[in-house]
């Protein structure tokens, strides 16, 4: 039976041979397969360009339906799926941007971190640490990152302490 050549993108098999594969490689079936492959992974940029330099499949509109699917060299995007997209990609743009913005304007978090690691080594390690420790805690709580309280559904951890820190119940009976 001899061995079998299976190609991925096209979802074939046939006989392996230097002459087969070779016509398969080249074919035009492998090579609309494989940009149909690839293309799955384009950015949602360059699939709204491509779709505004094409003209609209008539056939596709007045069907519903083309002959030749992804193959088709006009667009099957309408103007709506064009304009939704657009607009997707400034929203995507306006988020980045200002996520950008955030982190120029305001300390990074690792430098924040590292500030208070020092601070507190810094105080405990003097002494009287009670009354140190309290006033770290009331110096971070005002030095807290506006990034962290920008993020919704922080789990109880993650939270800051409410202002005056957190109120302990202590149990003292026993069972």
Excluded at 54 to 79: A, T, V, Y
Excluded at 99 to 115: A, F, N, P, T, V
Excluded at 126 to 150: A, F, P
Aim: glycine share 4%; net charge positive; with cysteine.
């Amino acid at each position: 039976m001899g061995k079998r050549y299976y190609c991925d993108y096209c979802d074939r098999s046939f006989q392996d041979n230097m002459h087969n594969r070779k016509k398969h490689l080249n074919g035009v079936q492998h090579h609309r397969s494989k940009k149909a492959w690839f293309d799955q992974f384009r950015d949602s940029a360059a699939i709204l360009y491509d779709e505004q330099l094409k003209k609209p499949c008539r056939k596709f509109l007045q069907k519903g339906i083309c002959d030749f699917g992804s193959n088709c060299r006009f667009s099957h995007m309408s103007e709506e799926e064009q304009l939704n997209l657009k607009r997707w990609l400034e929203e995507e743009r306006r988020h980045k941007e200002d996520s950008e913005d955030r982190r120029m304007l305001g300390r990074s978090i690792e430098d924040w971190l590292s500030k208070r690691e020092k601070k507190k080594a810094a105080l405990s390690s003097k002494g009287d640490l009670k009354t140190k420790e309290d006033s770290v805690e009331v110096e971070v709580e005002s030095e807290i990152l506006q990034q962290l309280l920008s993020i919704p559904d922080l789990p109880p951890s993650l939270r800051p302490p409410p202002p005056g820190g957190w109120r302990l119940s202590v149990n003292t009976e026993r069972v």
